[in-house]
Nanobody
Framework: QVQFVESGGGLVKPGGSLRLSCTVS????????IAWYRQAPGKQREWVAL???????NYVNSVKGRFAISRDNAMKTVYLQMNSLKPEDTAVYYC?????????WGQGTQVTVSS
C-alpha cells in the first residue's frame, strides 16, 4: 500500500513560490506527526518541516520564514507552501512520518529553482 503521494513540484525562478501536496494514507495520517524532507543532488536527505496532529509546526533554520506546512484532515493531505525560493532549495521533496520510516518513501516531487 502506498502511504505517501507527493505532487506540486516544478521549475520556478528565484524568489518564486510553489505549493507541494502530500496525500497520506488514513492510518498514517491519524497516527502522528508528518514531515517534509528533501534530498539535493549529492547530499543526504534532510528534514525540512513537520506538523503534529495538533498542528504544532517546526522548521529547519534554512527555511524558517519562507516555508509553511499545513494539514487538511478531511483530505488527509499535508501541504508545504514555499515562498521566496532560492537555488539551494532545489531538491526532490518527500513526505514521511516523524521519525522517518524507510519503508514509506514515495517517488517524491522535484523542485528546481533556477533562472
Amino acid at each position: 500500500q502506498v502511504q505517501f503521494v507527493e505532487s506540486g513540484g516544478g521549475l520556478v525562478k528565484p524568489g518564486g513560490s510553489l505549493r507541494l501536496s502530500c496525500t497520506v494514507s488514513e492510518s498514517i495520517f491519524n497516527s502522528g506527526a508528518i514531515a517534509w524532507y528533501r534530498q539535493a543532488p549529492g547530499k543526504q536527505r534532510e528534514w525540512v518541516a513537520l506538523i503534529t496532529k495538533s498542528t504544532n509546526t517546526n522548521y529547519v533554520n534554512s527555511v524558517k520564514g519562507r516555508f509553511a506546512i499545513s494539514r487538511d484532515n478531511a483530505m488527509k493531505t499535508v501541504y508545504l507552501q514555499m515562498n521566496s525560493l532560492k537555488p539551494e532549495d532545489t531538491a526532490v521533496y518527500y513526505c514521511n512520518t516523524v521519525p522517518r520510516n524507510t519503508n514509506y518513501w514515495g517517488q517524491g516531487t522535484q523542485v528546481t529553482v533556477s533562472s
